[in-house]
């Protein structure tokens, strides 16, 4: 990678760990609502709801809109919701109000896949996947962030979760001026559109960027291969013969990761809610800061073990072994919390949870990433990405209304189904984007010199340090 990737992958990281520190912030402004304004458990469980609701409707809609109108606009109007809305949850004084502006910070949310499929397709083939998990680094860094953030504003007598949630949206802004500033559309979209000139030209000003001579890397007389432009993506599309089965093993793992992953975050806040209160005390609001920050912090190792593991094992056996061991993971932390084991035992199975969950969620966004085409990626990724805020909506109710023994079982099996889900995909490994299907070629990855009439790929073509997207 050069100076530029690293610059796209800042950018698409700090969006991602807005998706990430919307829902740890949720785990605790939701508890801290329900004390102030006497919520009972629905209610609350309902204001985390609410943002998977609106990331469910945001990605249908912003993921077909990236197809359509490109990566980059939906990437700053994606953003630019969440920085609205969230400001404006500061500003919320009824439940009601509180709904309306979660829903609103969802629907941002809901184009947070975009960022992630601009990065893969800047990324050549050899160590994408390797490359990509570098953002998750983002997603672990903003859980820790509102850790920290909830123990500096939610202490003391004038704790204030306002000041937490403002806090919280600061990731966001940077994002947004870091996109606007340095974030071009994505080549391989615009050569999908047959806009090959203008493709050309973003090259060449990677190239430049990353410290090469952008007229010996892309020279005058080369050309992108031009292709017919078919119809705009649909989710139909993705049920067709050639994407059916992919599709639905694709919905079935991020049902059940968006089930696990937030499920497990919400269970581990709720684990350790209270348990380190005492009459002495002058805060409002009590909960076990260092028993959650450290299960946020194995999010660290997790994503190194994915590192470790994604382009050694591959994605499907990391996937599949990370899902079954954060299952168990979370259904012994489950029981024994329920049979009073002791704190030290409870915090090792939370931070075992998160690394397994963390291992087996990156994973899953590099396979999806790589297996889609260009023409159906954002669509496709998108519509996965829907399910499973089906999945997440879900898992606040789930938790908020069972035994800690009951959740333990529900996730086992909720993780065993994800990971034979997963165990149907197609492998990834070392190939193209898009060439794991057979039945579905992506042409946009070619270039053509007329000078030579030599067909490179591009992804071989961003190796060796001989292209603009090295």
Known sequence: MGRFQYTILCASGLCFAADAMQVILLSFVSLVMQREWNLDNHQTALLTSMLFAGAMVGTLCLGPLADRIGRRPVFLIAASIICFFGMLLAACASYLSALCTILGIGFGVGGLTIPFDTLAEFLPAKGRGTNLLLIEYFWTVGCLYVVAAAYCTLQGADAQWQKLVLLCNLPCVAALIIGYVCVPESPRWL???GRCDEALHVLRKVAKINGLDAQTVFPQGLELAQEEHGPEATIADLLQPEWRAITLCLWGTWCGFAFGYYGAILTITKVFKSSDSSPSTTSPYSFDYSAIFVSSSAEI???????????RLGRIPSQVAS????????????ILSEEHASRNILVALGFLTRVFEMCGTCSTWVGTAEILTTEVRTTGHSAA???ARIGAFV????IADNSPRNIGLVMLLVHLFTAACVSKLPETKGKSLGASNPSVEDG?????DQNNADIFHADECTIEGTSALT
């Not at 898992?395 to 789930?398: E, Q």
Request: with cysteine; glycine share 8%; net charge negative.
């Open 191 to 193: 050569v999908s559109r």
């Open 385 to 387: 990405n829907a399910v």
């Open 323 to 334: 899902y079954v061991a954060a299952g168990i993971s979370i259904c012994l932390l489950g």
């Open 301 to 311: 190792l997790g994503t190194t073990l994915a590192i470790l593991a994604i382009d």
């Open 395 to 398: 898992s606040p109710f789930v």
């Open 444 to 448: 946009n990855d070619v270039l053509l």
